[in-house]
């Protein structure tokens, strides 16, 4: 009698298994998704204070800012570009509110449309200097950086005779404009800040923009080939332009929850956490060379930096153990998005 080897097929739970497997393997962001599960045991076994919801509010609030410039900087990095001015960024559109609202004795709300609009027309600049000189974006934003850093400094020095403005609560629209951006939540013991909210928010929104929309389709085009997105009709000046601007408006968002959460800004705030929102992205699963990523992935890339920064200090070991952690986390990431895309881009031939 002659064996028969049976081979599983797509039918089969074996075949089941090996192609729900390679759906996984081509998300980019499971490799974040792993580790921010590793990170969540092992700091819930190390301290008891990371599970309190004392804790949970404190690492989620610690993240939150950090999610929403990361989301918006992973868009960016998906289109295969970066802005290193994403941080000061963050100060420079609280500077222009403050300075309306204490200085100048606007309402908060015209004070913060005015440093919207800021933040965009500075965003567009950056996009518009890259497309029109081809000059690399890493360059054109250290630039910004650079100029916005000056002008913060000097500025607020000028106005203040300090680097720091203060007094935002007793300009008028403060009740009404610190709800919306400074707000807290109570969720039994814990108490939600409102940035963990435009956290969520914005990662919803960006999520579905870029897997649900024609305009996320252009995002991974102009990321993945610039030559060969132009041949297709994909507007790519266009869709960079807006990736920068959405950089500059999720700073936007995070200058306006800090100045009126803290009720001050320093002209130097938000100096040097550009890299940290890169970092997030791509252990979110964002390639340098762009047109690979996932928002949801450097959502979660934020969550595992607000776990292990917060669980260090809940275990009170030495918080300079956190830049060890960073770099690691680093390399880690890069060696396992590069070896996910390369399997990813495999399977899809």
Known sequence: MTDVTMVPDAGTPAGWTTSLLNRLIVRPEIGAGLGALVV????????DRFLSPLGVATWLDDASTLGIMAVAVALLMIGGEFDLSAGV???STALVTAMLAVHAGWNIWPALA???LFALAVGALNGWVVMRTGLPSFIV???TFLALQGLNLGVTRLVTGTVQVSGIRSA???SS???????TTNLGDARIQASVLWWIAVTAVATVLLVRTRFGNWIYAVGGSLPSARAVGVPAARTKILLFMGTAFAGWIVGSCNLL????????QGVGLEFQYIIAAVVGGCLLTGGFGSVLGAAIGALIFGMARQGIVFARWDSDWFMLFLGVLLLAAVLVNNAFAKRAERLRR
């Open 177 to 183: 404009a610190g709800w919306v951006f400074a707000a």
């Open 89 to 91: 960024m963050t100060a």
């Open 141 to 143: 934003t250290l630039g």
């Open 114 to 116: 005015v440093s919207l």
């Open 172 to 174: 008028s629209g403060y």
């Open 261 to 268: 959460r803290f009720a001050s800004v320093q002209a130097n």
């Open 40 to 47: 969540f045991v092992f700091f819930s076994v190390v301290t």
